[in-house]
């Protein structure tokens, strides 16, 4: 009798196993087909030379391509970049985002319209966004140099996307199209803090700014933990806002990680001459995606204050 | 919350549909058909009324019409049975074709493309022209055969028919408003010119020259490049006659380059203008000169951005020393290959004829600014447009020739170097400040190890041609 309910038992936790299994299929088919797929992919072609189809089989090289990246200047002043846009965008687009979000949080129609205004570059393709800022900023007739001259600020044009200024002008482009994101996120942040314990603070006296430094930012921990580390990651993958801007020049003063890992694979027009080296590629973005898990690891280690909300 | 039995039955079923669509969607294709992996599946497919369907692949959207007239015109008058299918890949047409190589789905005939040429021709993927044709088509085309280029081992894999070179473009009225006779011949009268109009003019928003350096080797491809064939005969570093590369001569042609493009004298944002808006900048009558392909420009100024063509004119590209050591480069623009792996090659290798090796064809392709013709005949018979007939140096003349092809250029894969291409190299000379002497050394140093690792692995071969003229290559 024992044995029968087991077996019962099993055959009952098996079939709604099965089912969560079946629930699960279509995620883990695209998982499997889209992440670890590619990744095995990756890591494969770390150890072989290869030009990629119709050029003959790969050709096993071990750990050259690795120490190549060890002795590139130009990947480690890409490694460089990557870290100086990171830093000035984090460092100018949460304050924004929250600034943004404190003042638009409230539901009035006008705050929903600026909302959406806000957001729109979000949602915006990078390609126009690129053609936008380009229109902008360029040195000749840019709209930015002739406001600056008429105003008499400037006497002659800035070379905004020259090696001076091109980087300060990608992380204004970065701030632009993803403040909006961050803004949305804040406000669920906002919005999520204790009713009753703003009024506390209100009935015991505390000020706005009391209030907002002693209530509202402590208790956003956990969601201001989750928005950096959302900002700092994306900042080491964004090569879209660089590739359709200054596609990583004038003399690679704006060429990122990413994006020097990318025409390895992908020759872009300002690196039409590179010939495709999917095994060096492939070395680099390995390389990549370690200093982008180590600083994630720092990040999420060094924050794990945030997470106490008091 | 329990589920009902029906309502689990349908939750299972869209689950596995959205599967098994997802499934289907990352499949791709099965012929069935192992012997169809070899040949143009196009060709074997049949029309309402069994005509053999010739697929054609083309980049070049700026004849796209000229050439499907033509192709119209022979699909309705035609009586071999015969309907031609002419597409346009304007995006990653590289890609397509490594793709259609190895899916088996490589059309009939394709426009040539350097890259895809060389990276197929020692697999058997073209046809050998030879075969096909008659004595009478090899007697007309014979000056268009280049050993090495389009003939290796005594096949001929494609005829070209069209070429560009480089050409100093510049602005009459702007010249003459600053007192400048005649276009520079060398590369300080150049500076000297630029920086007079620069000057003088950059008040009303005129800058002596331009140059579009957000891509190095595009701007350097059509400019330096070519000045330094016909300095000193190297081509793209490449010395024929020693079989190594040698960059160290390129340091006074650099040294120019950095003056021109320094604040006092190059239009502003250089670094990061391509080429169309320089154009309609130069079309506005905001550049005094810049350097660009011959084939390209008449029909930009014609039609993208019009300008008066009596207020343009061009001029041979200037060198430092303005002596001629060497003929620069024609690169072909226009050339067709024939899929040899097509099951009807045959009826390929007839539409190219009838079509595109026909001499109306050409003469109303070079009469209507689609290329610069190098056949002789075509060019003799051809009545030029304004344009092209009125600026003597939009044709070919004596200081230009076809090159022979760089290691690199035969097989990219046979020269990898480690670090920046040259042209990278250079643009850390001009923006970045790098020292010329040393950088074009290590530069030298690093393409010759990696032309030698490439004869070592066997991709490459060593390239030495004995008693090389640059003059008469």
């Known amino acids: 009798m024992k044995q029968q309910v087991s077996t019962e038992h099993k055959r009952v936790v098996l079939k709604r ?70 830093f000035g965008k984090v460092i100018l687009i949460i304050p924004l985002a929250f600034f943004l979000a404190l003042i638009l949080v409230k539901q009035t129609k006008f705050n929903s319209f600026a909302q959406s205004m806000v957001f729109l570059p979000t949602i915006m393709s990078s390609a126009v966004m690129g053609l936008v800022f380009y229109l902008l900023f360029n040195a000749y007739n840019g709209e930015i140099n002739q406001y600056l001259l008429n105003a008499g600020i400037i006497s002659r044009p800035i070379n905004w996307l020259g090696k001076e200024h091109a980087m300060k002008t990608l992380v204004i482009t970065a701030i632009w199209g993803g403040v909006g994101n961050y803004m949305v996120y804040f406000i669920a942040g906002i919005q999520q803090v204790s009713k009753d314990a703003l009024e506390s603070a ?38 879209t806002n660089v590739m359709v801007l200054t596609e990583g020049g004038p003399n690679n003063a704006t060429m990122v990680m990413a994006l020097y890992g990318y025409k390895y694979f992908f020759p872009v027009s300002a690196s039409e001459s590179v010939i495709p080296q999917y095994g060096y590629g492939a070395a680099v973005s390995v390389v990549s995606a370690v200093i982008a898990g180590a600083v994630t690891v720092i990040y999420l280690r060094l924050s794990r204050k945030l997470d106490d909300v008091y | ?86 597409e346009l890949y304007t995006d990653n047409f590289d890609q397509a074709v490594d793709l259609a190589v190895q899916s088996g789905e490589l059309p009939d005939i394709l426009t040539l493309n350097d890259q895809v040429y060389s990276q197929y ?4 993927q073209w046809l050998d022209l030879y075969e096909y044709m008659d004595d009478d088509m090899k007697e007309y085309f014979k000056e268009e055969v280049y050993p090495g280029i389009n003939e290796i081992d005594g096949k001929l894999y494609y005829i070209p028919t069209c070429g560009t ?16 006779s005649e276009p520079p011949k060398t590369l300080a009268e150049m500076v000297e010119d630029a920086r007079l109009i620069t000057t003088q003019l950059s008040g009303e928003g005129i800058y002596g020259f331009a140059q579009h350096m957000k891509s190095a080797s595009s701007a350097l491809e059509r400019s330096l490049d070519l000045g330094m064939e016909r300095e000193n005969g190297v081509k793209k570093g490449f010395d024929f006659a020693k079989g190594v590369y040698d960059f160290t001569g390129y340091e006074e042609a650099l040294g120019y380059w950095t003056q021109l493009l320094a604040e006092d004298v190059a239009f502003p944002g250089c670094e990061s203008l391509d080429i169309d808006p320089l154009r309609t900048q130069f079309a506005n009558g905001k550049i005094g000169m810049y350097i660009s392909w011959t084939h390209s420009e008449p029909g930009v100024y014609r039609e993208q951005f019009p300008m008066d063509s009596s207020k343009w004119d061009v001029a041979p590209i200037p060198t430092s020393t303005g002596v001629e050591s060497g003929k620069q480069n024609i690169k072909f623009t226009s050339g067709y290959l024939i899929n040899a792996k097509s099951p009807n090659a ?19 392709y070079y009469e209507g600014g689609y290329g610069v013709s190098i056949i002789p005949q075509i060019v003799k018979k051809a009545n030029l447009n304004e344009e092209i007939a009125g600026k003597t140096w939009l044709q070919m003349q004596d200081i230009d020739g076809v090159l022979p092809m760089t290691p690199q250029e035969k097989n990219v894969q046979a020269v990898i170097v480690e670090g920046e291409d040259y042209y990278k190299t250079f643009e850390s000379i001009y923006y970045g400040g790098a020292d010329a002497k040393e ?4 530069l030298t140093d690093r393409y010759n190890r990696a032309y030698e690792k490439g004869i070592a692995d066997g991709v490459g071969e060593k390239l030495v041609i004995e008693q090389y003229d640059p003059l008469n290559a």
């Open chain 2, 346 to 364: 045959d009826k390929a290798f007839q539409v190219y004829k009838n079509i595109f090796a026909s001499e109306d064809f050409l003469v109303g």
């Open chain 2, 439 to 442: 950088t074009l050394r290590d």
């Open chain 1, 17 to 86: 196993n099965l089912e969560s299994y079946v629930f699960m299929l279509p995620n883990l088919v695209l998982f499997v087909v889209c992440s670890i797929y590619p990744i095995i992919w990756t890591l494969k072609y770390v150890f072989f030379q290869y030009g990629g189809i119709g050029t003959g089989n790969p050709k096993w090289v071990g750990l050259e391509n690795l120490a190549r990246v060890f002795r590139d200047e130009v990947y480690w002043k890409s490694v460089i970049n990557t870290f100086i846009y990171g």
């Open chain 2, 1 to 86: 919350m329990k589920m009902t039995r029906k309502r689990r039955l349908t939750a299972l079923f869209l689950t596995g549909a959205m599967t098994a669509l997802f499934a289907a969607g990352c499949g791709g294709q099965t012929t069935g058909d192992p012997g169809q992996a070899d040949g143009g599946q196009g060709a074997v497919q049949g029309t309402g009324d069994n005509k053999t369907v010739i697929r054609i692949w083309t980049k070049d959207r700026h004849d796209a019409k000229y050439i499907q007239e033509k192709v119209d015109a022979y699909n309705s008058s035609n009586t071999d049975n015969i309907a031609v299918e002419y």
């Open chain 1, 202 to 239: 209100k009935i015991d006296g505390a000020g706005r700014l009391q209030t907002l430094w002693y209530i509202t930012i402590p208790m956003m921990g956990p969601i201001l933990k989750i928005i950096l580390m959302l900002s700092i990651t994306s900042a080491f993958n964004d090569i």
């Open chain 2, 165 to 180: 070179t480089g050409r100093l473009v510049y602005n009459k009225e702007i010249f003459e408003r600053v007192g400048i």
């Open chain 2, 121 to 124: 021709v020692n697999q058997g």
